[in-house]
């Protein structure tokens, strides 16, 4: 039986009561593949993202990534074992290191696995030459964002978590970094989840879309099947 790269399997994502998703399922079936979580802010999604990652711990169900358990009930995979790269939606870079040093720490993480873009190249695709000897008090939260995001596409991780990836950058750039990004995606072919609120972002980028409203995964599908044939008249409003 082939087996998925990805498995959530009836997990709950919990930092609080109020912040948690219940009882959720959803796979990534082929390595590459770019599944977008959408939902209204503040109902869990980075929370999922974090377990994911291994910062927060399960209580059930499972997750497994390319047939390996990362957490159980019984197991907690520490998550610098995990080889999954998470750009948090707030500025997370380090204080003391520049734009262009944050992101070659990232390139210092997995030297044997091929990628096919430099340094050089993802600061050029993602418009930071003018600051890349900045440092991170020295910049806008957009373009913190896109030092982060290139600092975990280099770091050539198994599993790429994405938190509102877009979510301080002006709509002028957001549609060309998105178009960047996907294409970047798809070439080096890492598996990514992207949360957001944002439907045309969550429709556009990913492959599948999960739709998470009052603590539950309510719909996950292909975005055609979601916003032609919504499963429920909450998505309906939601959308």
Partial sequence: MRKNFLEIQNVTFAASDKNKVNNVTF??????????LLGPSGIGKTTILRTIAGLEEIQSGKIILKNKVLSSNKLHMEPEKRNIALSFQENCLFPHYNVIDNIKFGADRNKKKKFNYSVYDLINL???EKIQLKYPHEISAGEAQRVSLARSLIS???LLLLDEPFSNIDQS????LQLKIKK??????ISTIIVTHDSYEAFY???KCGIIL??????FDVPYNIYH???SIEVVNFL
């Fill in 214 to 219: 009052n603590q539950t995964l309510k719909q």
């Fill in 229 to 231: 044939y919504p499963n």
């Fill in 126 to 128: 993602l418009h930071l």
């Fill in 27 to 36: 796979s990534i079936e082929k390595e590459g593949e770019i599944v977008c």
């Fill in 173 to 176: 750039l957001k549609e060309e």
């Fill in 156 to 158: 050539k991780p198994d």
């Fill in 184 to 189: 970047i995606l798809n070439e080096i072919n």
């Fill in 205 to 207: 980028m990913g492959n």
